[in-house]
């Protein structure tokens, strides 16, 4: 009791509020997206190429949002930007319920992509703000830990849901976003500090400018992190496909298996890793991250059974976990204290891009050259891309832990 107690103390209640909220959001989340499809397809009696286009409009959304305006939490604070988010989600899950035309839906689903990617720079950058730089891989890892947690129960409880009324899932989302709100208006305070405020204003973090000259580092190394979330895409969009051509019996319990075998592990390994190497350089964790998601893309592309699935799976997980913790630790101390919201929007496009363009890409590849080929593509990918990854990240450190160059002229800070 006494070490939970001490446990709590470290990260604090506002760390333990996010830890809680994305417990729970993550829940909701899998409880809807996995089955919206399935609903939209039966109540607007319209194709699946148009109903997933109409889902779409959400990462659309939140790509504009972070392209545009996602220097706004470094403005306006963390604190109201997340409220602003939770609310705009609120409003249009609530809509959901009484919409009766595929086109209002779409409006509101657009909305909600506005709203919801709005969260996420304003969160971690939050992270940055009130966590040293000593701990902030562990309280990473307890949020990816809650969401592996949300991301497992949250489809058995949907799967039910749904076919009692479709209204409910809907509704407990609402649920889930208004108590969030109020345990953030409540619980966590707002931690921008005043100068990076005032300095937000006088500089170039207003709403829609960020130099992509002077942030060049910060661009590539987004750019270096797109193929990780492509193949990420790939679990909700082609592998399945790919499973019922390779393995047709079964294949849907198969994917099912693979999924919920992913995410317990996950739980169960996401902070023993995360302990393990959150004082370790950077570089070398990335890239052993890269290069086990090469691997387990390898491991899809030529597994015949479920064994060999399962352990490309798990060496998935293992790699996610890797590089996820250092990418996200790696934003939270380059970004200057003004701009720590823009610099988490900014990288967060990687997943908009992927989101985007990964199940169309991984659909062309499967369909014209077949599963192995489109996963060795990717395995390729992630084997450039980790290696360009590892020598940024080195020269930034070796540049004093700067992602700006240092003056020709003055030596580079110890970090």
């Not at 919920?260 to 592990?265: D, Q, T």
């Not at 393990?276 to 015949?304: C, D, Q, T, W």
């Not at 990687?350 to 169309?360: D, K, N």
Request: net charge positive; hydrophobic share 55%; proline share 4%.
């Amino acid at each position: 009791m006494n070490r939970l107690f001490h446990t709590y103390k470290l990260y604090g209640t506002a760390v333990w509020v996010r830890v809680v909220g994305t417990l729970l959001t993550k829940i909701a989340q899998f409880m809807m997206y996995p089955f919206l499809v399935l609903y939209m397809t039966e109540k607007f009696d319209s194709s699946v190429a148009v109903i997933t286009a109409v889902i779409g409009l959400e990462s659309v959304a939140g790509f504009a949002i972070n392209l545009f305006f996602g220097g706004l939490s470094d403005r306006i604070g963390r604190k109201p930007t997340m409220m602003l988010s939770l609310a705009v989600q609120s409003i249009c899950l609530t809509a959901f319920v009484f919409v009766d035309s595929l086109w209002a839906f779409a409006l509101f689903i657009t909305l909600m992509g506005a709203g919801s990617y709005m969260f996420f720079p304003a969160a971690d950058a939050q992270i940055a703000d009130m966590v040293p730089e000593e701990n902030r891989a562990k309280v990473y890892g307890m949020l990816g830990t809650a969401a592996s947690i949300g991301i497992a129960a949250g489809p058995m409880i949907g799967l039910f849901a749904f076919r009692t009324n479709p209204s409910l899932v809907f509704m407990f989302f609402v649920f889930v976003s208004l108590l969030y709100l109020l345990l953030v208006w409540w619980k966590i305070p707002e931690t921008l500090p005043e100068q990076a405020r005032a300095k937000a204003k006088k500089k170039e973090t207003h709403f829609f400018k960020i130099s992509v000259r002077k942030h060049k580092q910060l661009f590539l190394f987004t750019l270096l992190t797109v193929p990780t979330s492509l193949l990420a895409c790939q679990n909700w969009s082609t592998f399945p496909l790919f499973l019922q051509v390779r393995i047709p019996d079964n294949y849907e319990w198969i994917y099912s298996s693979l999924l919920s075998i992913g995410s317990i592990a996950s739980i169960v390994l996401q902070m023993w890793i995360a302990s393990l190497v959150e004082n370790k350089k950077s570089h070398r964790i990335v890239l052993i991250g890269y290069m086990l998601a090469m691997l387990s893309a390898l491991g899809y592309a030529f597994s015949l059974s479920f064994g060999p699935l399962v352990a490309s799976r798990i060496v998935a997980v293992i790699g996610g976990i890797l590089y996820g913790i250092h990418l996200e630790k790696s934003i939270s101390v380059w970004a200057p204290e003004e701009m720590r919201g823009r610099y988490f929007s900014i990288f967060g496009l990687h997943w908009r891009v992927s989101e985007a363009i990964g199940p169309f890409l991984g659909g062309v590849l499967l369909s014209s050259f077949g599963g192995a080929a489109m996963f060795a593509v990717f395995a390729v990918l992630l084997l450039v891309a980790g290696v360009f990854q590892s020598r940024l990240l080195a020269r930034i450190d070796r540049n004093g832990g700067s992602i700006q160059p240092q003056p020709a002229s003055a030596p580079a800070t110890p970090k």
